[in-house]
């Protein structure tokens, strides 16, 4: 910012002043114009101004200009910052002020200030010092000097720039050094890369030639297949239509023996009324004989059975079962086939007594149990006319037996016997063809009595009986 107030050599008469006429200027005549104010590089005005304001608060108050003496009473590091403008002004429009200044500032520089006002500058001075000190004395050639400052800044300037030119020069330089060694590295990734392109390019067409090859066999077998599918289609064709006319052929031949077979079934049903006949008159003939015959040997009607033989000893028997006892077992746990089983003459049923109750109505005490299982044994013995046997384990533990029902034998098994021996032993104590029913849960009680001829039932088939009794 160029300071314009016109160049003024004169001082004051009451101040000597260190001006132009002290350092031997000739002063210009009355009628001579004045100089303008020359353009300062603007580190010079700035100092100009820092020098006038630093000594500001020095001077009397009389002695600063109205404008500043508000600028005055600022803070050091506000007065120059803030007040620039008007202090400015004030050095070029108020000379007295700026002698006034430049006495103070020129007695602060010392010998630097000596030799600007003496019109030299010394070679190791700061050149914008220089200028400034230079503008405020304004000795003999006080322009040059300024001008003379204001080259060497703007020397230092354009220093300045040629360096900040060369660092990013240099910067770029690196950079582009730094860009190259990453294009050589991406050069090389490049290159590799092609490289394992190519290898799997070469790899893929040896693929693809293989693939052809495969194709082509493919084909060759695929119209092999076809030709081969259309002659068998031709096979199959024949094959087909000679079917239809076996089946044809068998049909017919099935209508025939229909035919003889409807034949036949009348012939074996005329057959089966003359077997009746002759079967019922075989049975009323054995019938009649046995009648004579039991007139003849004069047998009177038994009071026991099989099974009170063998309550009432208790014998080991350990002898095999007799020979065709085997052939009157039937694997079967049909409950149906109680009633079936039941319905035969002469059937006797044996029940495995605690196996039953405790899978039927377990949740009641063992007298419980023995008397709803007895009881409803009675009805079934009512029913049927059939002989009942239920056995127990553990006689020693009985005490107050319920009363047995007619046609029921309850049986205990002893001490060091077990109710499933005492069941197998009234089993084979049975004559050979008799029915005899054993009711048991109980696996091998099933095996053991179905080996000697009797058929073995599960518990839940008396118990559904009894039920429904």
Request: aromatic share 2%.
């Given at each position: 910012m160029p300071l314009t107030e016109p160049h003024d050599d004169h001082t004051s008469a009451e101040e000597p002043v260190v001006g132009a006429r002290d350092a031997g200027e000739t002063p210009e005549s009355p009628s001579a114009p004045p100089e303008p104010e020359p353009t300062l590089p603007e580190p010079v005005r700035q100092r100009i101004v820092?020098?006038?304001?630093a000594v500001l608060p020095g001077l009397a108050a009389d002695e600063v200009p109205v404008p500043l003496r508000r600028v005055a009473k600022?803070?050091?590091?506000?007065?120059?910052?803030?007040?620039?403008?008007?202090i400015a002004a004030q050095l070029t429009a108020d000379p007295l002020f700026r002698q006034r200044v430049t006495a103070r500032v020129l007695a602060d520089a010392g010998d630097l200030g000596a030799a600007v006002v003496?019109?030299?500058a010394p070679a190791a001075a700061d050149p914008v010092e220089v200028a400034a000190l230079a503008?405020?004395?304004?000795?003999?050639?006080w322009r040059e000097l300024i001008e003379a400052s204001g080259a060497a800044v703007r020397a230092e300037a354009d220093s300045a720039v040629v360096a900040e030119l060369v660092r990013e020069a240099e910067q770029r330089a690196t950079r582009a050094e730094h860009d190259r060694a990453v294009a050589r590295v991406e050069a090389e990734k490049l290159r590799d890369e092609l490289a394992r392109v190519r290898e799997e390019l070469g790899q893929l067409r040896e693929e693809a030639r293989q693939l052809t090859r495969t194709l082509r066999e493919t084909q060759a077998?695929?119209?092999?297949?076809?030709?081969?599918?259309?002659?068998?289609?031709?096979?199959?064709?024949?094959?087909a239509a000679d079917a239809d006319a076996e089946l044809r052929r068998a049909r017919a031949r099935l209508a025939e023996?229909?035919?003889a077979a409807g034949v036949a079934r009348v012939s074996?049903?005329?057959?089966?009324?003359?077997?009746e006949a002759k079967l019922w008159l075989l049975l009323e003939t054995i019938g009649q004989a046995a009648v004579g015959l039991r007139r003849e040997l004069a047998l009177e009607p038994v009071e026991k059975l099989p099974a009170d033989f063998v309550a009432d000893a208790f014998a080991d028997q350990t002898g095999a079962a007799p020979a065709g006892a085997a052939t009157r077992a039937r694997d079967t746990d049909d409950p149906a086939r109680l009633d079936q089983l039941l319905a035969l003459p002469k059937a006797h049923l044996v029940v495995d007594g605690y196996n039953v109750t405790k899978r039927g109505f377990g949740e009641m005490s063992l007298e419980q149990q023995r008397k709803r299982l007895i009881s409803g044994l009675g009805g079934i013995a009512a029913q049927t006319g059939d002989e009942v046997t239920v056995v127990f384990d553990g006689a020693e533990r009985i005490h107050g037996l319920p009363p047995t029902p007619r046609g029921v034998r309850v049986l205990f098994s002893r001490k060091g016997e077990t109710a499933d021996e005492l069941i197998r032993r009234l089993v084979r104590a049975e004559p050979a063809g008799r029915p005899v029913v054993v009711v048991s849960s109980d696996r091998e009680v099933a095996d053991g009595v179905r080996r000697h001829g009797a058929y073995p039932l599960g518990a839940d088939s008396l118990l559904r009986r009894l039920a429904r009794s």
């Amino acid at each position: 910012m160029p300071l314009t107030e016109p160049h003024d050599d004169h001082t004051s008469a009451e101040e000597p002043v260190v001006g132009a006429r002290d350092a031997g200027e000739t002063p210009e005549s009355p009628s001579a114009p004045p100089e303008p104010e020359p353009t300062l590089p603007e580190p010079v005005r700035q100092r100009i101004v820092a020098l006038t304001a630093a000594v500001l608060p020095g001077l009397a108050a009389d002695e600063v200009p109205v404008p500043l003496r508000r600028v005055a009473k600022f803070a050091p590091n506000r007065r120059a910052r803030l007040g620039a403008p008007a202090i400015a002004a004030q050095l070029t429009a108020d000379p007295l002020f700026r002698q006034r200044v430049t006495a103070r500032v020129l007695a602060d520089a010392g010998d630097l200030g000596a030799a600007v006002v003496e019109g030299t500058a010394p070679a190791a001075a700061d050149p914008v010092e220089v200028a400034a000190l230079a503008y405020l004395a304004r000795p003999r050639g006080w322009r040059e000097l300024i001008e003379a400052s204001g080259a060497a800044v703007r020397a230092e300037a354009d220093s300045a720039v040629v360096a900040e030119l060369v660092r990013e020069a240099e910067q770029r330089a690196t950079r582009a050094e730094h860009d190259r060694a990453v294009a050589r590295v991406e050069a090389e990734k490049l290159r590799d890369e092609l490289a394992r392109v190519r290898e799997e390019l070469g790899q893929l067409r040896e693929e693809a030639r293989q693939l052809t090859r495969t194709l082509r066999e493919t084909q060759a077998r695929d119209r092999k297949a076809t030709e081969m599918l259309a002659t068998e289609r031709g096979r199959a064709a024949r094959a087909a239509a000679d079917a239809d006319a076996e089946l044809r052929r068998a049909r017919a031949r099935l209508a025939e023996a229909e035919a003889a077979a409807g034949v036949a079934r009348v012939s074996a049903k005329e057959a089966r009324s003359v077997d009746e006949a002759k079967l019922w008159l075989l049975l009323e003939t054995i019938g009649q004989a046995a009648v004579g015959l039991r007139r003849e040997l004069a047998l009177e009607p038994v009071e026991k059975l099989p099974a009170d033989f063998v309550a009432d000893a208790f014998a080991d028997q350990t002898g095999a079962a007799p020979a065709g006892a085997a052939t009157r077992a039937r694997d079967t746990d049909d409950p149906a086939r109680l009633d079936q089983l039941l319905a035969l003459p002469k059937a006797h049923l044996v029940v495995d007594g605690y196996n039953v109750t405790k899978r039927g109505f377990g949740e009641m005490s063992l007298e419980q149990q023995r008397k709803r299982l007895i009881s409803g044994l009675g009805g079934i013995a009512a029913q049927t006319g059939d002989e009942v046997t239920v056995v127990f384990d553990g006689a020693e533990r009985i005490h107050g037996l319920p009363p047995t029902p007619r046609g029921v034998r309850v049986l205990f098994s002893r001490k060091g016997e077990t109710a499933d021996e005492l069941i197998r032993r009234l089993v084979r104590a049975e004559p050979a063809g008799r029915p005899v029913v054993v009711v048991s849960s109980d696996r091998e009680v099933a095996d053991g009595v179905r080996r000697h001829g009797a058929y073995p039932l599960g518990a839940d088939s008396l118990l559904r009986r009894l039920a429904r009794s």
